[in-house]
């Protein structure tokens, strides 16, 4: 089965793609018929499994701009106005979806398309400004038109502004709400933008061919073919592959994690260097692979040495357009996979890539669930601070945004800062001429930029590390540069220095209270104690320590998770002479028994719902709860 593996892994990717397409057809029972038209003798028609879950994000949190698709393009040159008004006007003719609004109909949501419609191109004039105001004003305006809210019940669901600049330059931003849209339909859009302008400047009529189908043929289809067991065999699959996985990725935070994200977020990116692209490639088809396999599965890694844990979740989006009818519509296709891996320490890079090999290929072939579905089959425990399934995205863009070839024009994108953020991090990875860009957009709820920025960094340590040595074990993969080593293990060990050897640990933190008894002490989530307020209870615990029969020498149990309580209960317990015995309740009883009776600890401090596992016996109990 491997070697079927490791021959369509190394196919071009437009072969396969076109033989994974049959596969899943002949999966399916189902011989290719196409989509067809949907009759359009009603003005409503039924939602995509995506478009529904959108709409009741939506329902759920009106007006987000969550779901907006920015785009910015600066062009010089002579730009006509009109014409360019004209194309907008002529491909919402062309493409039902940019025609399309959404309303409830008896609490079901339904698609309704406009017959016609016209997009008023709005303008603004930043010629006036001084020079050294123009980008800044660009960019206040890019941010403003990023942030503005889309109203899926009146729309449109498409907006276009124009800022005009000095010497014939102005740059035009372009907004789409997700529902109607993802990342492939903008390249449709700017595409087929670029062909309208030149046909019109010459007096040309559209050069496009009519579309076979439209979105709505297509969320009608999906409905009827994606059932039965077309949908059961498919869900078969993703039921056995996340069958016991993780629902949770536990990477240390910055932050405490808020009951509900705000969904605020920031981006950071780190070119990779052009001789490291070229060996992430050639390590690719040396081991029958893609760019995209070696990423991810050094990605995984990186995870796994963040989070301790050894099987790892991430969601990475995909087209969804694997017929070809799909190609040139704009509308909401892309589809997320779940992509799960369970690393070993022992093994070697080499080995991992095999095996992110085979359960990509598996998840192209069963792609067609959408997520929707999927989490509503798997049901899992539902987390309103977390994404259900997975909290990291994981992308590789191989598919440039097509320039917008206008006669007569020069054009380059404008870079837009993210200011939000879907999931705890998503990191995407562009191939570009001069390399791999590593870019990551985080949650500003959990992470600071610094963070995220050492992250990058030791992701393009750990790939230099896999390309020079993908034989090497993975717990041999080093994150550490020569120089942050010499930092952690020399520099940062040179702490010798003379404390007062007749004073305990306790007796010097009493003359930091004597001495700054209103600064802050301890912080732990929203506890803050001052020195003074920290000695207090400690005082406190330490008197009633003594009155329970604790006395110098002695040993003191406690179980309390790490919180202000336990900091309480350690120098509670050392300003009562005694020592402290750590207790940990996931322990086997009968250890738990012979810690306390091999201890001789007569009193044990904990929280009052961990005491309950433990074998307290004749014990005293203290409670810091």
Known sequence: MSDVYDRLASLPPEKRELLLRQLRQKQAGNVKT???PRPRDTDTHPLSFAQQRLWLLDQLQPGSPLYNVP???????????????????????????????????????????????????ETADLRALPAAQHDAEVRRLALEEARKPFDLERGPLLRARLLSLPEQECVLLLTMHHIVSDGWSMGVLVREMGMLYAAFTQGQPSPLMELAVQYVDYASWQREWLRGDVLSKQLDYWRKQLAGASRVLELPTDKPRPPRPSFQGASSSRPL??????SIKALAQKEGATPFMVLLAAFQVLLSRYSGQDDICVGSPIAGRNRGELEDLIGFFVNTLVLRTRLSPQQSFREL??????????????QDVPFEKLVEELQPQRDLSRSPLFQVMFAVQNAPMPELNLPGLKMRPVTLESESSKFDMTVAFTERAEGFLAEVEYSTDLYESSTLQ???EQMQLLLEGIVASPERKLRELSLLSTNERQRLLVDWNQTHTEFPRQRNIHQL?????????????????????????????ANQLAHLLASKGVCSG?????????????????????????????????????????MLEDTRAHVVVAWRHLAQALPLGDRSLICLD
């Open 554 to 594: 002695d040993l003191v149990g406690i179980c309390v998770e790490r919180s202000a309580d336990l900091v309480v209960g350690l120098l509670g317990i050392l300003k009562a002479g005694a020592a402290y015995v750590p207790l940990d309740p996931a322990y086997p009883q009968q250890r738990l028994t012979f």
């Open 509 to 537: 933190f009493e003359e930091r209270v004597r001495l700054h008894p209103e600064s802050v002490a301890l912080e732990f989530g929203e506890t803050r104690l001052s020195y003074g307020e920290l000695d207090t209870r």
């Open 71 to 121: 785009v910015a393009i600066r062009l010089s040159g002579a730009l006509d106005v009109a014409t360019l008004e004209r194309c907008f006007n002529e491909l919402l003719r062309r493409h039902e979806s940019l025609r399309t609004t959404l309303r409830s109909e008896q609490g079901q949501p339904v698609q309704v398309i406009a017959p016609q419609a016209e997009l008023a191109l």
């Open 353 to 366: 890539l095999a095996q992110v090999k085979e359960m990509m290929l598996g998840a192209y072939a069963h």
């Open 454 to 456: 050492r992250m990058l």
């Open 273 to 278: 260097p052009t001789a490291l692209s070229e």
């Open 34 to 36: 196409g989509i067809p």
